[in-house]
């Protein structure tokens, strides 16, 4: 099959309605597996390339490039001849910097959000599944850690750990996990009062086995999207963290290395634009395939042939 | 055609059949279910009798059905009898139930899990909304396999194919690979009749079980619950409005009105004589249905009004 026919064919296979309309008995209609929804969605084709290209970058692309702190060169030289992407205001190759960057922020979205999506997952689900004095429990909690300043967590934790990016992926994971945890307490809640939950206790499956092989594949779709909502947040908030200097100096991120830009805005453009686009093409990239990956986790949406 | 012979024995399955030559023998029925009775919360303060002073009894390989209006308490009673309702301190349930030897009214969760899991099988009113619509159907009728027909990845397929034919389900490999909103409803229900039957229990309470399909396939489904528990030789109990879906495949009947059982006994004897009002009123509503001779005939007020009454005067 051609490109062009798979564009077709997910096409046609977005525009199927979640109807639940019957085929004959009998007849059973052929269908994609996730992956291959997943794969030929258009926005895929175009999105994961991107982000797989920004993680080669990052993480392979600082054995290429020079060190992010060497000094000595001009100072804020454009774009073009042996520095493609100029320099800094202390002469720093600044490609070399948004390399080095990538590493920090790829790191911190990522891990941010899957530590929250784990938590969330865990914490939502058996306050929504089985409620009461669980619910109740656990939903203080989560306002508790929700209600936490993170920046002068943030600040605190700095002063007396030291500031590196292991600390600034618990805190922001710390204090931004509830908001995934309610998405997924709402959606158990909804799910466990559904029919296939009883069918699976008349089965006589216990609450965690029904949590865990019911409940939680069921509440994934808004939790995918909220997760790749997470990475671009993470990134955003690590940026904020950076421009109060907490984060590894030697080696700044791209909202470090985006703030550092601003008293230079007027001479130096590109060292607002290139960290500045970084961050926003893997956001925008994310919350694309995250669109995608709910769509194609959906067993009702797009998966007749 | 296939039988459960094939299956391996485990010692549980031994242990059962002992039991059951045990009960054959002193005539002792596999459930048996008295005064029960089932207080449910209405609103904040008020509590519903939905179901007052139940006596039932199924023998094993018995076909036992339960007919009722909406609102008889005929789903609550096959609820309690299989643990599903609600867990709520307002939900009381009076009255004893034995199931096999146990007596389950006041038994912990895990007892129940344990009675649900090997000996009971439920089937329900809704296909699509009783199975879950991430889970491929095959991984769904595995869930109920015997643990030691589970073992081997090409000896559960076998399996789950074999129990999904049992069903009724001819393209079985291929259905197991689906997803619940790939098949028609009626193939949903044979997929969980083919849930309900993988576990070998001894005893299926479908509740409603066509409700939800139109009139062919209803027909076609029945058929298939009827064969596949005369080849299993399990107990079944019918819960449904429909009485003439009843009078087809039972041996014994309770007609419930009210939360009340207001008359029992074999089914084709009730139906040839029903002696309760009711009973009687309701027959001749079903046949005004059918048979173009007759007036459309509704249970008239009056006799709502005087059964009531005489429910009352029971429970007092």
Known sequence: ?305 | MMSVATNPRTADRESREAQRESRAAGREPILRVRNLKVQLPTGDRTEVEAVSDVSIAVHDGERVGIVGESGSGKSITGRAISGLLPTSPRVRVEGSIHFAGREMNGASTQEWDEVRARRIGMIFQDPLTFLNPTMKVGAQVAESLEPTSRRGRSARIAEVARFLRLAGLEDAEQVAMCFPHELSGGMRQRVLIAIAIAKLPDLIIADEPTTALDATVQARVLRTLDDTVSQLGNSLILISHDIAVVASMTDRIYVMYNGHVVEEGGTAEVLARPRHRYTQALLRSVRSLSDDHLDLYSIPWELRRELSKEVASRAS
């Open chain 1, 1 to 305: 099959m051609t490109t062009t026919d798979d564009t077709i064919v997910a096409d046609a296979a977005q525009s199927t309605q979640p109807e639940h309309d019957s085929p004959a008995e009998g007849r059973v209609e052929s269908r994609l597996s996730t992956w291959k929804v997943f794969l030929r969605k258009p926005s895929t084709l175009i999105f994961l390339p991107l982000l797989l290209i920004f993680v080669l970058i990052s993480f392979v692309g600082p054995f290429f490039v020079g060190s992010p702190s060497a000094t000595g060169n001009p100072t804020l030289l454009p774009p073009g001849g042996a520095f493609p992407l100029g320099t800094d205001d202390l002469g720093r190759d600044y490609l070399a910097r948004v390399v080095h960057g990538g590493q920090i922020s790829l790191l911190v979205g990522f891990s941010v959000a899957l530590l929250c999506m784990t938590i969330g997952v865990v914490v939502g689900g058996l306050a929504g599944y089985y409620g009461g004095f669980m619910d109740t429990a656990l939903v203080k909690v989560a306002e508790f850690f929700q209600v936490l300043p993170g920046l002068i967590l943030a600040l605190v934790a700095a002063a007396l750990l030291g500031s590196n990016v292991f600390i600034i992926v618990a805190i922001l994971a710390i204090t931004m996990w509830p908001s995934c945890a309610r998405i997924v307490r709402a959606e158990a809640m909804r799910i466990s009062k559904l029919g296939y939950i009883e069918s699976a206790k008349a089965a006589g499956f216990g609450g965690i086995r029904i949590l865990w092989s019911d409940v939680v594949p069921n509440a994934m779709p808004p939790v995918l999207v909220a997760t790749s909502m997470t990475v671009g947040r993470a990134i955003l908030v690590e940026s904020g963290l950076a421009y109060l200097g907490i984060g590894d100096t030697s080696r700044p991120s791209w909202g470090a290395l985006l703030n550092s830009a601003q008293a230079y805005m007027q001479q130096a453009w590109w060292l607002a634009l290139f960290p500045g686009m970084c961050i926003f093409l893997v956001v925008l990239a994310v919350n694309m395939l995250g669109d995608g990956l709910n769509d194609a986790l959906n067993p009702t949406i797009g998966r007749v042939k």
